[in-house]
């Protein structure tokens, strides 16, 4: 578990002439089905994209790296191979948004693992332009949440210990490597003395 968790990193450079399969695909949403969901309610509904025409589409809808300021995404040949769009579905919300998402983050953990179990790097993109939701006929009880944006690997991406409390941003080295700062069991652990 360590180390697939461990390796299961955010990855947004990819190949892009590497296909991805709508049978993936739905094998990877299966796993995300799969998440515990407050009030059992699984409000949440997945739409597969995998034609080059409409993953073009797509990618000028999505924000990148924000920390990566000189950075403007990831170019023609190294674009994701393929998207699942996260949608709340309006009727099926019973509590209030945020346990839904937090439904969201279980559910699309468990698909980026099993993602990278098949060797398949993802990035959430939760930096999209609205108006990529007027692509589609969306029906009113759909709500666009979250882009999962999904290839093959073209990057290397480390994790490493935070050197302070502040050292939250990612960064790329002279070699492109993606550094990825996380902070320490010691800074993340609080006891708290008893009333
Ligand atoms: C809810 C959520 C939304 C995110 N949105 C974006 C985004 O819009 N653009 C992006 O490039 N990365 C996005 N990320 C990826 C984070 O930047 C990434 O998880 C973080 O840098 C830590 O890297 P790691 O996933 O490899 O641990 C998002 C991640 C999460 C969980």
Redesign the pocket.
């Known amino acids: 578990m360590q180390e697939i968790i461990a390796k299961t ?2 990855f ?1 450079r990819f190949i892009q002439k590497e296909a991805i399969s709508t049978a993936t695909l739905h094998e990877l949403i299966d796993l995300a089905l799969l998440g515990g969901s407050a009030r059992n309610g699984q409000p949440w509904q997945y739409m597969v994209v995998n034609k080059p025409e409409l993953c073009e589409k797509i990618f000028p809808f ?5 920390y990566l300021t000189d950075w403007k995404g990831p170019v023609e040949g190294e674009r994701p191979s393929a998207y699942i769009l996260c949608l709340l579905n309006k009727n099926r919300q019973k509590g209030p948004e945020t346990e839904a998402q937090f439904d969201l ?1 279980v559910a699309t953990q468990n698909l980026l693992l099993g993602a990278m179990e098949k060797r398949i790097g993802g ?6 332009n609205p108006k990529l939701a007027s692509l589609f006929k969306m029906p009113d009880h759909l709500q666009l949440s ?1 882009v999962i944006a999904l290839g093959k690997p073209r990057e290397t ?1 480390i ?1 490493e210990e935070s050197r302070n409390e502040d050292d939250i941003r ?1 960064w790329r080295d002279e070699h492109g490597v993606h550094h ?1 700062p ?1 902070r320490p069991l010691k800074s993340c652990l609080v006891s708290l003395e008893m009333c």
Request: glycine share 20%.
């Open positions: 990193r955010t947004r999505l924000g990148w790296a924000g983050g990035c959430r993109i939760g930096a999209f979250l991406v994790i990612y990825v996380k």
